[in-house]
């Protein structure tokens, strides 16, 4: 998957494609793999508060917000990038959603009294916002790293420490209150579609259907768009790319623009879940994407890849946090189960790459 890209955009002589989608579908075994020894053991442990419906729904609840985040790295480190900043924009950009719906939803008295007489336009209004915020940041990183040509791992953890500092700033350290509730109440909690399930209720709500939206618009996008064969191509061979003809700053722009963009779609979310914008929580959320998208199967070095690994690799965070707090343990060992994961993640990945340097 690595060279074909490549290859057919420039017309040279293919290399052989069977190792790296060999490796591809290993990878995306061992995700799976994975991902059932986290269920297993907390099962074992917990027994049937963990395993249960109920319980995986709000599993896959949490891991929607964390695929957002994992969908815009993946395409980042295919092109042998990283965003260290995510986690810090989508904080950012919840708080410009919820301080422009406050803004907008009524006169300051009516809000202070709990009233939003003009909610129906500022709810979408504050959404547009956030999103628009999200997108500048990532354009901002992109321009920054091939304007400047500076590497990625700088760029992005210098604008990390500025989104988080903007949002302390524009909500004083503290949760954005006044929020109107119809964000979470009629938006966020909207049972889409529910069903019964060994006596439970189980709901689809909004941001589940979006973010499997999302991921199905990605895996076409990546496989069956020039879009993709050029972030394939990028990330392969970034000289060969530019004298096959691919702008490859302006494809780098629009890559950090689309992670900063679906940042800034996670923080809606943050919204549309818990009705308000929070600057204490995120801050590890970069390193849960990339560790999502590495063990995933997406090759740090670059040229590797693919959306489905990355989706399931999403749902390993969210279960190791879901299953600890059910596990009673001391919430700062998410950071630390967390950070594992992506050792794990990185020296998966290189293993897997001295596999193919051998093939």
């Known amino acids: 998957m690595a060279g074909e890209p490549l290859d057919a955009i ?35 442990i917990n027994g049937g508060r963990f395993f249960n419906p109920a319980n995986f729904q709000n599993i896959a609840v949490d891991a929607a917000q964390l695929l957002l985040l994992t969908v815009g790295v993946t395409f980042v480190i295919i092109t042998a990038g990283i965003d260290l900043s995510v986690g810090s924009v989508l904080i950012l950009s919840a708080v410009v959603a919820a301080k422009v719906m406050v803004r907008y939803a009524g006169e300051p008295a009516e809000v202070q009294a709990y009233q939003f007489p003009n909610q129906g336009t500022a709810i979408p209004l504050g959404l547009a916002a956030g999103v628009a915020t999200g997108l500048t940041c990532g354009l901002a990183n992109g321009l920054l790293i091939t304007r400047l040509k500076m590497p990625s791992f700088i760029v992005t953890l210098g604008t990390l420490g500025i989104a988080l500092g903007l949002a302390q700033l524009l909500s004083g350290g503290v949760n954005v209150p006044n929020v109107p509730p119809a964000v979470q109440q009629e938006i966020g909690l909207r049972e889409l579609i529910a069903f019964e399930v060994g006596g439970q209720r189980l709901r689809l709500t909004p941001p589940v ?34 004298r096959v003809g691919i702008d490859v700053d302006r494809h780098l722009v629009k890559v950090y623009g689309l992670s900063g963009l679906l940042a800034g779609v996670a923080g809606g979310f943050d919204l549309l879940r818990f009705g308000t914008a929070s600057v204490g929580s995120h801050q590890s959320d970069n390193l849960a994407a990339i560790s ?8 740090l070095f670059g040229g590797l890849g693919t959306i489905g690994g990355s989706v399931i690799g999403a749902f390993i965070p969210a279960a190791l946090r879901t299953g600890l707090v059910i596990s009673r343990v001391q919430p700062f060992w998410q950071n630390v189960a967390i950070g594992a994961v992506l050792i794990l993640a990185v020296f998966l990945d290189q293993r897997r790459r001295r596999v193919e340097e051998r093939m």
Do not use: H, K
């Open 292 to 299: 999502a998208a590495v063990i995933g199967g997406t090759s």
């Open 209 to 242: 259907l979006i973010a499997f939206v999302v991921a199905v618009l990605a895996a076409v996008a990546l496989n069956r768009t020039r879009f993709g064969r050029y972030t394939y191509a990028v990330g392969s061979n970034a000289a060969a790319a530019r």
């Open 10 to 44: 420039s017309g040279l002589a293919p290399e052989p494609t069977v190792r790296p989608g060999v490796l591809a579908r290993l990878s995306g075994s061992f995700t799976l793999l994975i991902l059932a020894g986290v269920v297993l053991v907390f099962s074992a």
